[in-house]
T-cell receptor, first 116, second 115 residues
Framework: DTGVSQDPRHKITKRGQNVTFRCDPI?????LYWYRQTLGQGPEFLTY????????KSRLLSDRFSAERPKGSFSTLEIQRTEQGDSAMYLC??????????????FGPGTRLTVL | AQSVTQLDSHVSVSEGTPVLLRCNYS??????LFWYVQHPNKGLQLLLK??????LVKGINGFEAEFKKSETSFHLTKPSAHMSDAAEYFC?????????????FGQGTELSVKP
Protein backbone atom coordinates (compact mmCIF):
# COMPACT_ATOMS: atom_id res chain seq x y z
CA ASP A 1 0.00 0.00 0.00
CA THR A 2 1.88 3.03 -1.26
CA GLY A 3 -0.91 5.46 -0.46
CA VAL A 4 -2.58 8.09 -2.61
CA SER A 5 -0.17 10.23 -4.58
CA GLN A 6 -0.74 13.57 -6.28
CA ASP A 7 1.32 15.47 -8.79
CA PRO A 8 2.45 18.18 -8.78
CA ARG A 9 2.59 19.11 -5.11
CA HIS A 10 2.72 22.81 -5.93
CA LYS A 11 1.66 24.77 -8.99
CA ILE A 12 2.00 28.49 -9.59
CA THR A 13 0.28 29.84 -12.67
CA LYS A 14 -0.89 33.10 -14.15
CA ARG A 15 -4.53 34.01 -14.40
CA GLY A 16 -6.06 32.69 -17.59
CA GLN A 17 -3.75 29.71 -17.96
CA ASN A 18 -4.90 26.09 -17.89
CA VAL A 19 -3.61 23.65 -15.30
CA THR A 20 -3.93 19.90 -14.87
CA PHE A 21 -3.43 17.85 -11.74
CA ARG A 22 -3.01 14.11 -11.44
CA CYS A 23 -4.06 11.71 -8.71
CA ASP A 24 -2.98 8.08 -8.37
CA PRO A 25 -5.22 6.23 -5.92
CA ILE A 26 -4.45 3.14 -3.90
CA UNK A 27 -4.42 0.40 -6.49
CA UNK A 28 -7.34 -1.71 -5.30
CA UNK A 29 -9.60 1.29 -4.62
CA UNK A 30 -12.43 1.73 -7.11
CA UNK A 31 -13.67 5.09 -5.80
CA LEU A 32 -11.81 8.35 -6.28
CA TYR A 33 -12.79 11.74 -4.89
CA TRP A 34 -11.65 15.30 -5.46
CA TYR A 35 -11.96 17.99 -2.79
CA ARG A 36 -10.86 21.61 -2.60
CA GLN A 37 -9.58 23.28 0.54
CA THR A 38 -9.10 27.02 0.84
CA LEU A 39 -7.12 28.67 3.61
CA GLY A 40 -8.75 28.35 7.00
CA GLN A 41 -11.59 26.16 5.74
CA GLY A 42 -12.40 22.49 5.69
CA PRO A 43 -12.19 20.56 2.43
CA GLU A 44 -15.22 20.80 0.12
CA PHE A 45 -16.38 17.97 -2.12
CA LEU A 46 -15.96 18.54 -5.86
CA THR A 47 -16.63 15.24 -7.60
CA TYR A 48 -16.21 11.50 -7.41
CA UNK A 49 -15.73 8.48 -9.62
CA UNK A 50 -16.60 4.88 -9.23
CA UNK A 51 -14.25 3.07 -11.58
CA UNK A 52 -14.25 5.25 -14.72
CA UNK A 53 -17.75 6.68 -14.22
CA UNK A 54 -18.12 10.18 -12.81
CA UNK A 55 -21.16 9.77 -10.58
CA UNK A 56 -21.54 13.09 -8.83
CA LYS A 57 -20.38 16.66 -9.31
CA SER A 58 -20.73 19.51 -6.88
CA ARG A 59 -22.15 22.83 -8.02
CA LEU A 60 -18.72 24.15 -7.00
CA LEU A 61 -17.39 22.48 -10.13
CA SER A 62 -17.94 25.19 -12.70
CA ASP A 63 -17.72 24.65 -16.45
CA ARG A 64 -14.03 25.54 -16.29
CA PHE A 65 -13.34 22.41 -14.27
CA SER A 66 -13.25 18.94 -15.75
CA ALA A 67 -12.21 15.65 -14.23
CA GLU A 68 -11.53 12.33 -15.85
CA ARG A 69 -10.64 8.83 -14.82
CA PRO A 70 -10.25 7.15 -18.20
CA LYS A 71 -9.32 3.63 -17.19
CA GLY A 72 -10.60 3.57 -13.67
CA SER A 73 -7.13 4.03 -12.24
CA PHE A 74 -5.51 7.49 -12.08
CA SER A 75 -7.56 10.67 -12.41
CA THR A 76 -6.88 14.15 -13.74
CA LEU A 77 -8.47 17.43 -12.75
CA GLU A 78 -8.15 20.25 -15.26
CA ILE A 79 -8.94 23.89 -14.62
CA GLN A 80 -9.26 26.06 -17.70
CA ARG A 81 -8.80 29.85 -17.72
CA THR A 82 -7.72 29.92 -14.09
CA GLU A 83 -8.90 32.72 -11.82
CA GLN A 84 -7.39 33.98 -8.60
CA GLY A 85 -10.33 32.45 -6.73
CA ASP A 86 -9.15 29.02 -7.85
CA SER A 87 -6.13 29.29 -5.55
CA ALA A 88 -6.53 26.45 -3.08
CA MET A 89 -5.30 23.02 -2.06
CA TYR A 90 -6.78 20.32 -4.27
CA LEU A 91 -7.10 17.02 -2.45
CA CYS A 92 -7.64 13.59 -3.86
CA UNK A 93 -8.93 10.62 -1.87
CA UNK A 94 -9.69 7.02 -2.70
CA UNK A 95 -11.70 4.26 -1.12
CA UNK A 96 -13.02 0.81 -1.78
CA UNK A 97 -16.77 0.49 -2.01
CA UNK A 98 -18.14 -2.15 0.29
CA UNK A 99 -21.35 -4.10 -0.05
CA UNK A 100 -23.19 -1.61 2.13
CA UNK A 101 -22.21 1.86 3.13
CA UNK A 102 -18.85 3.41 2.57
CA UNK A 103 -15.28 2.58 3.21
CA UNK A 104 -12.63 4.84 4.68
CA UNK A 105 -11.30 7.52 2.35
CA UNK A 106 -7.52 7.77 2.20
CA PHE A 107 -6.26 11.22 1.28
CA GLY A 108 -3.28 12.24 -0.77
CA PRO A 109 -0.94 15.10 0.19
CA GLY A 110 -2.71 17.55 -2.10
CA THR A 111 -1.71 19.94 -4.87
CA ARG A 112 -1.42 23.55 -3.80
CA LEU A 113 -2.44 25.89 -6.61
CA THR A 114 -1.54 29.56 -6.60
CA VAL A 115 -3.01 31.75 -9.32
CA LEU A 116 -1.23 35.07 -9.75
CA ALA B 1 -28.91 18.27 4.04
CA GLN B 2 -26.01 17.19 6.16
CA SER B 3 -23.65 19.51 7.98
CA VAL B 4 -21.25 19.66 10.88
CA THR B 5 -20.44 22.57 13.16
CA GLN B 6 -17.19 22.66 15.05
CA LEU B 7 -17.86 24.89 17.99
CA ASP B 8 -14.31 26.16 18.51
CA SER B 9 -12.01 27.42 15.80
CA HIS B 10 -9.03 27.27 18.13
CA VAL B 11 -8.31 25.31 21.32
CA SER B 12 -5.18 25.69 23.42
CA VAL B 13 -4.18 23.22 26.13
CA SER B 14 -1.09 22.49 28.16
CA GLU B 15 0.83 19.29 27.61
CA GLY B 16 -0.52 16.52 29.81
CA THR B 17 -3.97 18.07 30.24
CA PRO B 18 -7.20 16.77 28.66
CA VAL B 19 -8.32 17.70 25.16
CA LEU B 20 -11.93 18.37 24.18
CA LEU B 21 -12.83 19.33 20.61
CA ARG B 22 -16.55 19.87 20.12
CA CYS B 23 -18.64 18.94 17.11
CA ASN B 24 -22.37 19.02 16.44
CA TYR B 25 -23.85 17.42 13.36
CA SER B 26 -27.04 17.66 11.36
CA UNK B 27 -28.25 14.77 9.26
CA UNK B 28 -31.56 13.56 7.90
CA UNK B 29 -30.33 10.01 7.83
CA UNK B 30 -28.27 7.75 10.05
CA UNK B 31 -24.92 9.42 9.74
CA UNK B 32 -21.41 8.13 9.60
CA LEU B 33 -19.14 10.47 11.53
CA PHE B 34 -15.38 10.87 11.43
CA TRP B 35 -12.58 12.86 12.88
CA TYR B 36 -9.60 13.61 10.63
CA VAL B 37 -6.36 15.33 11.62
CA GLN B 38 -4.19 17.46 9.38
CA HIS B 39 -0.64 18.26 10.41
CA PRO B 40 1.13 21.12 8.62
CA ASN B 41 2.25 20.13 5.14
CA LYS B 42 0.86 16.63 5.58
CA GLY B 43 -2.21 14.87 4.26
CA LEU B 44 -5.44 14.27 6.13
CA GLN B 45 -5.29 11.28 8.44
CA LEU B 46 -8.27 9.42 9.82
CA LEU B 47 -8.38 9.44 13.63
CA LEU B 48 -11.58 7.48 14.14
CA LYS B 49 -15.00 6.76 12.67
CA UNK B 50 -18.51 6.01 13.88
CA UNK B 51 -20.79 3.87 11.74
CA UNK B 52 -23.58 2.91 14.17
CA UNK B 53 -21.85 0.15 16.07
CA UNK B 54 -20.59 1.24 19.52
CA UNK B 55 -21.38 4.84 20.46
CA LEU B 56 -17.97 5.27 22.09
CA VAL B 57 -15.35 5.05 19.39
CA LYS B 58 -11.66 4.64 20.06
CA GLY B 59 -9.16 5.92 17.56
CA ILE B 60 -5.46 6.24 17.08
CA ASN B 61 -3.03 8.06 19.37
CA GLY B 62 -5.32 7.81 22.40
CA PHE B 63 -8.22 9.81 20.94
CA GLU B 64 -11.83 8.79 21.35
CA ALA B 65 -15.24 10.23 20.53
CA GLU B 66 -18.75 9.59 21.75
CA PHE B 67 -21.79 9.65 19.49
CA LYS B 68 -24.76 11.22 21.30
CA LYS B 69 -27.85 11.16 19.14
CA SER B 70 -30.00 13.11 21.61
CA GLU B 71 -27.49 15.95 21.56
CA THR B 72 -26.45 15.49 17.90
CA SER B 73 -22.87 15.67 19.07
CA PHE B 74 -19.66 13.82 18.34
CA HIS B 75 -17.02 15.42 20.55
CA LEU B 76 -13.38 14.32 20.36
CA THR B 77 -11.43 13.78 23.57
CA LYS B 78 -8.02 12.71 24.75
CA PRO B 79 -7.07 12.32 28.41
CA SER B 80 -3.59 13.79 28.13
CA ALA B 81 -2.32 16.06 25.35
CA HIS B 82 1.07 15.58 23.77
CA MET B 83 3.06 18.17 21.89
CA SER B 84 2.71 16.09 18.73
CA ASP B 85 -1.09 16.49 18.89
CA ALA B 86 -0.82 20.10 17.73
CA ALA B 87 -2.64 20.15 14.39
CA GLU B 88 -5.91 21.00 12.65
CA TYR B 89 -8.81 18.66 13.43
CA PHE B 90 -11.86 18.18 11.24
CA CYS B 91 -15.19 16.68 12.19
CA UNK B 92 -16.78 15.04 9.16
CA UNK B 93 -20.20 13.60 8.35
CA UNK B 94 -21.33 11.31 5.59
CA UNK B 95 -24.65 9.76 4.70
CA UNK B 96 -24.31 6.11 5.61
CA UNK B 97 -26.86 5.05 3.05
CA UNK B 98 -25.44 7.16 0.24
CA UNK B 99 -23.33 4.73 -1.71
CA UNK B 100 -21.26 7.61 -2.98
CA UNK B 101 -19.95 8.39 0.47
CA UNK B 102 -18.90 12.00 -0.09
CA UNK B 103 -17.62 13.65 3.05
CA UNK B 104 -18.90 16.92 4.50
CA PHE B 105 -16.22 18.65 6.58
CA GLY B 106 -16.53 21.09 9.41
CA GLN B 107 -14.53 24.31 9.45
CA GLY B 108 -11.79 22.78 11.55
CA THR B 109 -10.40 23.31 15.03
CA GLU B 110 -6.78 24.24 15.46
CA LEU B 111 -5.29 22.57 18.52
CA SER B 112 -2.28 24.19 20.16
CA VAL B 113 -0.35 22.37 22.88
CA LYS B 114 1.79 24.42 25.25
CA PRO B 115 4.78 22.87 26.99
Amino acid sequence: DTGVSQDPRHKITKRGQNVTFRCDPISEHNRLYWYRQTLGQGPEFLTYFQNEAQLEKSRLLSDRFSAERPKGSFSTLEIQRTEQGDSAMYLCASSRSGGQGLDTQNFGPGTRLTVL
Amino acid sequence: AQSVTQLDSHVSVSEGTPVLLRCNYSSSYSPSLFWYVQHPNKGLQLLLKYTSAATLVKGINGFEAEFKKSETSFHLTKPSAHMSDAAEYFCVVSDRWNQGGKLIFGQGTELSVKP
